[in-house]
């Protein structure tokens, strides 16, 4: 069973501070690995992806890949409280080539606190 | 360019019937993926389909189905409504080429069953 997990929340931070989301996965072939922004109500939306060990910034976003410790991580630098959602880290264990089967965390709430 | 459509967006069955969602991917999009959302279960991958051919499927039984045409517009059919059934279904689309290819999610089909 391929599985994601994520610390549920919530995580409150003040406005302005670094939020910092984890992941841990544990199918250690998969090979890509996501962060979805999801609304109370609305559907996921794209933050952003990671394929590579290392780091990958993308203006206030940061998402980080250890595949020997099987973890990802994504900061948030100077959190608006319109960053207040939650954040679903996915795996990507599809076969082939652009390929899509994306195993998902159940999700960390986050609260950017005015 | 247009996003994702899922159609109907509200859907209240009784027990025991029969429902069809459709969804519309994004132009040029070749693979269209269906989740299913619940508060106890999170985001749960049903399957994915390429060219008009299932290529991932996830756990869920057989009365679970679905089915692309040749324009990559997608069908996804319950059968025998349960109660569980009830939950936010999810339509995502991408290139389906190579693993850059990002995928993204439509607003969903609300569906309930009572």
């Known amino acids: 069973q391929k599985e994601v997990e994520q610390n549920s929340g919530p995580l409150s931070v003040p406005e302005g501070a670094i939020a910092s989301l984890n992941c841990t996965y544990s199918d250690r072939g998969s090979q890509s690995f996501f962060w979805y922004r999801q609304y109370s109500g609305k559907s996921p939306e794209l933050i952003m992806f990671i394929y590579s060990n290392g780091d990958k910034e993308d203006g206030r976003f940061t998402a980080q890949l250890n595949k020997a410790s099987q973890y990802v991580s994504l900061l948030i630098r100077d959190s608006q409280p319109s960053d207040s959602a939650t954040y679903l880290c996915?795996?990507?264990?599809?076969?082939?080539?652009?390929?899509?089967?994306?195993?998902f965390g159940k999700g960390t709430k986050l609260s950017v606190i005015p | 360019k247009a996003g994702v459509t899922q159609t109907p967006r509200y859907l209240i069955k009784t027990r025991g019937q029969q429902v069809t969602l459709s969804c519309s991917p994004i132009?040029?999009?070749?693979?269209v993926s269906w989740y299913q959302q619940t508060p106890g279960q999170g985001l749960q991958f049903l399957f994915e389909y390429f060219s008009e051919t299932q290529r991932n499927k996830g756990n869920f039984p057989g009365r679970f189905s679905g089915r692309q045409f040749s324009n990559s517009r997608s069908e996804m059919n319950v059968s025998t409504l349960e109660l569980g059934d009830s939950a936010l279904y999810l339509c995502?689309?991408?290139?389906?080429?190579?693993?850059?290819?990002?995928?993204?999610f439509g607003p969903g089909t609300r569906l309930t069953v009572l």
């Open positions: 995502a689309s991408s290139l389906g080429l190579a693993r850059t290819d990002t995928q993204y």
């Open positions: 996915a795996v990507n264990t599809g076969s082939g080539a652009g390929s899509y089967q994306l195993t």
């Open positions: 132009s040029g999009h070749r693979s």
